[in-house]
């Protein structure tokens, strides 16, 4: 009978506990994204380098639209447009893992690490400020590719896929750079946060289809997960659904093994913390 009794008790102690964490994770993106929107230091970086890629790739290259097999029939603007809003979400997750290493520096991440019980709910903080501050980005880039003519045959229902893509390589980013920023606690680390993940996007079809690169590119593209997802939007931005399985498998298992990097980064901030 004792053994029946205590296991409803246990049960409001974890919901409390559930509760808590993301009562502490919203309040850490919350803070974090107020920062950020009334910070121009902050909230301009991640909004103009990919306006800068997107304005610099569409115009300098578009003649690629003119090469025999480049079959895009949204036209290049629109081929690029995705590049560009993929790798903006992906950088405003390490400028979400940046704002992390800052926090060691001014000591806020050593009081989190101390007031909050559930410590994975502080990644869970930073990931939802990548989540926030990714969408700013990818409107402003799709405004502004309608605004010089972007060809878009996507639905609604394929923009909003679309949308969940970046939103899900922000996450990404943010897990990637809160897992530097665990172990290095410096904001010096940022060129470690990002020398990674600009080869990943840049080892992917940026400028031209996978058929249309040179033998070694067109293999390591092959490989590299980022391909997969950035072909599915491209696809649903002219109103396809093209290699939506690969994507949707490349994107939860890179989810889960940077989820786990991040967590294992805690360990050791928190070892940090107690020595």
């Given amino acids: 009978m004792s053994a029946v009794t205590a296991r409803p008790a246990a049960m409001p102690r974890e919901g409390g506990a559930r509760a808590a964490g993301t009562r502490a994770a919203l309040g850490i993106a919350g803070r974090n994204l107020r920062t950020a929107f009334t910070t121009p230091s902050l909230l301009l970086p991640p909004i103009v380098a990919p306006l800068v890629f997107f304005t610099a ?3 300098g290259l578009s ?7 480049f079959a895009y029939r949204n036209g290049y603007l629109s081929f690029e ?3 560009a ?9 390490i400028f979400s893992g ?5 926090d060691f520096e001014s000591g806020v991440a050593r009081r989190l690490l101390v007031g909050v019980r559930h410590h994975r709910a502080i990644v869970g903080g930073y990931v939802l400020t990548a989540l926030g501050r990714a969408p700013v980005v990818t409107v402003a880039l799709f405004l502004i590719g309608l605004a010089a003519g972007m060809n878009v045959s996507a639905d609604p229902l394929q923009l909003l896929l679309l949308f969940a893509i970046s939103e899900c390589l922000a996450a990404m980013g943010a897990l990637w750079a809160c897992g530097i920023a665990l172990r290095l606690r410096t904001v010096q ?3 470690l946060m990002q020398i990674f993940a600009f080869l990943t996007v840049y080892l992917s079809p940026v400028f031209a289809p996978v058929a249309l690169l040179s033998p070694w590119l067109r ?4 490989l590299n997960p980022f391909t997969a997802l950035l072909e599915s939007g491209r696809g649903l931005m002219q109103g396809d659904f093209v290699r939506l399985g690969a994507t949707a498998a490349a994107t939860a298992g890179l989810l889960l093994l940077l989820y786990l990097w991040a967590v294992l980064g805690l360990r050791r901030a928190r070892a940090a913390g107690a020595s």
């Fill in 57 to 59: 790739f569409s115009g």
């Fill in 63 to 69: 003649v690629l639209a003119h090469v025999p097999g």
């Fill in 81 to 83: 447009f995705v590049f």
């Fill in 85 to 93: 809003a993929l790798q903006g979400a992906v950088f405003a997750g």
């Fill in 98 to 102: 940046l704002t992390l290493a800052r």
């Fill in 189 to 191: 680390a940022a060129p």
């Fill in 219 to 222: 293999a390591v593209a092959r």
